[in-house]
C-alpha cells in the first residue's frame, strides 16, 4: 500500500491520463485548456509576441502539457514570450528542439508544480557589453531561456539554453529543481537567483558564463539575497564569477546555503564570491587558476571545507573584515597567498565590522608565495596545518594577534615560518619546524629578536621532528628526477614545473618551467623526500646548467641565488641578456660562485659556501609569460671545457654551399641528440635521390660534401632526421 501511494503522489503533477493528446498547428494568442496535452505539429515556426502576453498562453489553467517535438520555433526581435505561464498548476513543456530569438522563450510567473524538460531553448535575448546591476528586480530582467516568478516546487532538467543572457532567472522563487542543464556560454548567468529560497541546483553545465566589458557582474550562478539553497556538482569554469552571493544591506538574514563539489575555476574574477553572507559551506569544491580562489569580504560564520585551491593569480582564500570564519582540510597550493585575512577600508553602515576569529585547521598549504597573511586581524587560530614549501609561512602585520598556533608542521619555508611585525605577543607552542636546532628554528622566526619593534613569537615548547636524511653534498644534477623543484610566479598566474624527457641536454629529463605570468618567476630546488640538503659547496668553484627559452619577449631580468635555513643567501645577477641569449637554442652558462663581473655576488644575512640548503633561480620577462628549460645544473671544482658550446632548441640543417650549384656542394647540420640521423636527397616528386648518412651520430655539428654528378638540373630538397625532428632545405641544382 506504502510504494501504492508513492506512484500516486509522483503523478499527481501530470494531466490527467483520460486526457488524449492532439495534434494541432502552432498560432499566435493559442489559449490552451486546462486538462489537455497537445502535441504541436513539427514544423518551422516564424512567430512574434509584441504585445508581450505569449505566443502560447496558459493562465489560471492546470494539468496541461505542450509537446513540441521537432518543432522549431524563431523569434522576432528578441521580443516578447514563447510560452507564458500565469497562475497555473502542473504544466509540463517538453521537446521542444529550437525557440530562438525571444525575450525569453518561457516565461512563467505565480505558479506551482510547473516541469520544463528536453527542450533547447538558446539563442535568445543577449548582450555582450554592458555592466549588470545584480540588484535589480524582475522588471530589469535580462532575457534567455525560463524565467519564473514567485513561483515554487518546479523542475527543470535535461535543457539547452545557451548563447543568451540568462539559462534560467529564477525571483522571488521556492523549491525550485533544476537539474542536468547545458547553461552554458551565456553572457550574464547560467542561473539567476534573486530572494530565491530552498532550491536544488545541481548537476548543470554553466560554464564560459561571461561577457566582453566587465567579468566582475556576470557569472555561472548568482545567488542575491536567496538562503538555504544547494548547489553541488555543477560546471562553474571560465566563467566571470564562478558563484556570486551577495547579501549586501540584509546580512541578518542568514544564508545557510550550501555548496558542494563544483568547479569554479578558471574564471577571470572569483572562483567563489560570497559578500556580507553568513552561514554559507563550501565543501569538496575546485576553485583552482581564477583571480581568487574565493572572495568572502564581510562574511562571518562560513565554513571553507575540504576545497582545492591552487594556481590562483591574486590569493587563495580572501576575506575584508570577516568574522568567525573557518577554514579546514583545505589543500592551498601555489598561490600567490594562501589565505589573506585583513580590515580593509569601511564600507557606510558596516563601521563596526572588524577582521577576527578565524579558524584555520588542517590545511595544507604548499608551494605559495605566502601561506596566510594576517593583517589588522584578531584572534587568528591556526591548529594541525601543514605549512610547506612555501616562500613564507605565517605573516603577521599591523594591529593583528594570533590566538593561537599550535600542533602545525612547519616545513621547508624559504624566509620564515612565521613572521610576526605586529606589537603583539604570538602564542605558537607544540609546533614541528621540520628539525630540533633551535638556532636555525628562531632564524626562521621573525620577533623581537630581530626587531625590538615587535612582539616575541613564543614557540617553546615545541614538538621534536624525527633526525632528518641529511644530503651532504648535491647531486651531480640536479635537474634530473626525483629532485623537487616548485614555482611561484609574483602574480600567481598559472606557473607550472614538469619534467621534459624529449627537449633535453643530458640524463633522463630537463626541468621544464612554463608560466603565463613572467612576472618575477622564482623556481627552487628540494631534494626528494624526506631529505633535507645541507651541502657544503666550500670546495666547488662554478655553478654551471644549460638554459633554453621559449619568448615572445626578452627577459628583463635574472638572478640565481644560493641559501640556508637561516634565512641568509648569496645572490648571483647578470645583465638581463645573459638570459636572453638562451631564447631558441641551449645556451651553457657558468657561474662562478666567487662572483665576476659577468655575474655579481652580494650576500644578505648569515650565508657561507660550506652551509647551502636550497638553489633559486629568478627570472623576469615583465609578465610577458616564457617557456624555460633546464638542464646539467650542477656544481664543479673546475669550469667545463664545453662552457661556452651553445646548442640550437631543435636539429638544425644550415643551407648548403653553394647554393645554386653545379656538380658538388657542402651540407652543414647539427645532431640534438646522439642517435639515429638520417640524410638523403629528394626530388620534387618526393622520390630519394641519395641517401647520404643513415646511423648512429654524436650531438655535434657535422659535414660533408654532397656529389651530384649523376644527378640532373632542377630543384631537389635536403632532409635530417633526428631524435623524432625533421628538417628540409631547397637546393638548386645548375648544370
Same mark, same amino acid.
Given at each position: 500500500m506504502k510504494r501504492l501511494l508513492i506512484v500516486i503522489l509522483s503523478t499527481a503533477s501530470l494531466p490527467s491520463i483520460s486526457s488524449p493528446q492532439i495534434s494541432e498547428r502552432l498560432r499566435d494568442n493559442w489559449q490552451t485548456p486546462s486538462s489537455s496535452w497537445i502535441k504541436i505539429v513539427p514544423d518551422t515556426y516564424n512567430v512574434s509576441d509584441p504585445e508581450n502576453d505569449g505566443v502560447i498562453q496558459i493562465i489560471d489553467k492546470h494539468n496541461v502539457t505542450i509537446d513540441g517535438d521537432s518543432v522549431y520555433v524563431h523569434g522576432q526581435s528578441f521580443s516578447g514570450y514563447f510560452i507564458l505561464i500565469e497562475r497555473s498548476d502542473s504544466v509540463r513543456i517538453i521537446n521542444f528542439r529550437c525557440v530562438d530569438s525571444m525575450y525569453y522563450a518561457v516565461a512563467v510567473k505565480n505558479s506551482q508544480h510547473v516541469t520544463i524538460g528536453n527542450c533547447n531553448f538558446s539563442g535568445n535575448k543577449r548582450d555582450s557589453v554592458g555592466f549588470i546591476d545584480v540588484w535589480t528586480d524582475v522588471q530589469a530582467a535580462l532575457g534567455g531561456g525560463v524565467l519564473m516568478t514567485e513561483c515554487r516546487s518546479a523542475e527543470i532538467s535535461a535543457n539547452v539554453m545557451k548563447d543568451q543572457n540568462d539559462g534560467v532567472a529564477l525571483y522571488h522563487c521556492d523549491s525550485i529543481h533544476v537539474h542536468h542543464n547545458d547553461l552554458s556560454w551565456n553572457t550574464s548567468y547560467g542561473v539567476r537567483m534573486y530572494w530565491t529560497d530552498s532550491c536544488s541546483i545541481h548537476h548543470n553545465n554553466c560554464s564560459h558564463t561571461n561577457r566582453l566589458t566587465d567579468q566582475s557582474d556576470c557569472g555561472a550562478i548568482l545567488l542575491i539575497i536567496s538562503n538555504r539553497n544547494r548547489i553541488e556538482h555543477n560546471d562553474l569554469t571560465y566563467s566571470g564569477d564562478g558563484i556570486f552571493l551577495g547579501q549586501y544591506g540584509h546580512h541578518t538574514i542568514p544564508n545557510n546555503n550550501y555548496f558542494a563539489y563544483n568547479d569554479g575555476s578558471y574564471s577571470p574574477h572569483n572562483a567563489f564570491e560570497a559578500t556580507f553572507a553568513s552561514g554559507n559551506v563550501f565543501k569538496h569544491n575546485r576553485a583552482n587558476h581564477s583571480d581568487y580562489g574565493f572572495w568572502l569580504g564581510y562574511s562571518s560564520n562560513t565554513v571553507v571545507d575540504s576545497n582545492e585551491i591552487a594556481h590562483n593569480h591574486t590569493a587563495g582564500i580572501a576575506v575584508d573584515r570577516g568574522s568567525q570564519n573557518s577554514f579546514r582540510s583545505d589543500t592551498i597550493y601555489a598561490n600567490p597567498t594562501g589565505i589573506w585575512l585583513w580590515a580593509g577600508e569601511v564600507i557606510p553602515s558596516y563601521e563596526d565590522w572588524l577582521s577576527r576569529l578565524y579558524m584555520v585547521e588542517h590545511c595544507l598549504l604548499t608551494g605559495n608565495n605566502t601561506a596566510v597573511s594576517a593583517s589588522n586581524t584578531h584572534a587568528l587560530t591556526l591548529?594541525?596545518?601543514?605549512?610547506?614549501?612555501?616562500? &613564507?609561512?605565517?605573516?603577521?602585520?599591523?594591529?593583528?594577534?594570533?590566538?593561537?598556533?599550535? &600542533?602545525?608542521?612547519?616545513?621547508?619555508?624559504?624566509?620564515?615560518?612565521?613572521? &610576526?611585525?605586529?606589537?603583539?605577543?604570538?602564542?605558537? @607552542?607544540?609546533?614541528?619546524?621540520?628539525?630540533?636546532?633551535t638556532l636555525i628554528i628562531a632564524a626562521k622566526i621573525f620577533d623581537n629578536n630581530d626587531d625590538p619593534s615587535v612582539g616575541p613569537v613564543t614557540w617553546r615548547p615545541f614538538l621534536p621532528a624525527p633526525p632528518p636524511d641529511i644530503q651532504?653534498? @648535491? @647531486?651531480?644534477?640536479?635537474?634530473?628526477?626525483?629532485?623537487?623543484?616548485t614555482v611561484y610566479a609574483s602574480d600567481g598566474q598559472t606557473t607550472v614545473a614538469t619534467w621534459d624527457s624529449s627537449q633535453k641536454t643530458a640524463g633522463a629529463a630537463a626541468l621544464k618551467i612554463a608560466t603565463e605570468s613572467g612576472f618575477d618567476v622564482m623556481i627552487q630546488y628540494w631534494p626528494e623526500e624526506p631529505k633535507i640538503a645541507s651541502w657544503d659547496l666550500s670546495g666547488m668553484r662554478y655553478l654551471e646548467l644549460w638554459l633554453l627559452a621559449a619568448n615572445a619577449h626578452p627577459f628583463q631580468q635574472n638572478s640565481i641565488r644560493l641559501g640556508n635555513e637561516s634565512g641568509g643567501y $648569496?645572490? $648571483?645577477?647578470?645583465?638581463?641578456?645573459?638570459?636572453?641569449?638562451?631564447i631558441g637554442r641551449w645556451k651553457h652558462l657558468v657561474i662562478p660562485l666567487d662572483g665576476n663581473a659577468t655575474w655579481t655576488r652580494t650576500s644578505r644575512g648569515q650565508v657561507a659556501l660550506s652551509d647551502i640548503s636550497y638553489i633559486q633561480i629568478h627570472a623576469d620577462t615583465w609578465d610577458a609569460g616564457f617557456t624555460l628549460w633546464i638542464d646539467e645544473l650542477s656544481f664543479a671544482p673546475t669550469q667545463s671545457v664545453v662552457?661556452?658550446?651553445?646548442?640550437?632548441?631543435?636539429?638544425?640543417?644550415?643551407?648548403?654551399?653553394?647554393?645554386?650549384? &653545379?656538380?658538388?656542394?657542402?651540407?652543414?647540420?647539427?645532431?640534438?641528440?646522439?642517435?639515429?640521423?638520417?640524410?638523403?636527397?629528394?626530388?620534387?616528386?618526393?622520390?630519394?635521390?641519395?641517401?647520404?648518412?643513415?646511423d648512429r651520430q654524436e650531438r655535434g655539428t657535422h659535414t660533408l660534401v654532397f656529389d651530384a654528378v649523376t644527378l640532373g638540373t632542377g630543384v631537389y630538397f635536403c632532409t635530417l632526421q633526428n631524435a623524432g625532428r625533421t628538417a628540409s632545405r631547397k637546393m638548386l641544382l645548375v648544370k
Open positions: 591548529a594541525h596545518d601543514y605549512v610547506s614549501y612555501n616562500g &613564507n609561512g605565517i605573516h603577521l602585520e599591523g594591529s593583528s594577534s594570533a590566538g593561537f598556533i599550535s &600542533n602545525c608542521s612547519f616545513w621547508r619555508n624559504t624566509l620564515f615560518h612565521i613572521e &610576526n611585525t605586529t606589537p603583539s605577543e604570538v602564542h605558537a @607552542p607544540n609546533n614541528s619546524f621540520g628539525m630540533n636546532d651532504h653534498q @648535491p @647531486p651531480s644534477d640536479l635537474t634530473d628526477p626525483p629532485s623537487l623543484w $648569496y645572490s $648571483y645577477d647578470a645583465a638581463a641578456d645573459v638570459f636572453s641569449s638562451a662552457s661556452e658550446e651553445e646548442w640550437p632548441s631543435q636539429i638544425s640543417l644550415l643551407e648548403n654551399y653553394p647554393n645554386p650549384f &653545379n656538380a658538388s656542394t657542402s651540407i652543414q647540420y647539427q645532431v640534438l641528440d646522439a642517435g639515429a640521423v638520417t640524410l638523403k636527397i629528394c626530388d620534387l616528386l618526393g622520390r630519394e635521390v641519395a641517401l647520404l648518412v643513415d
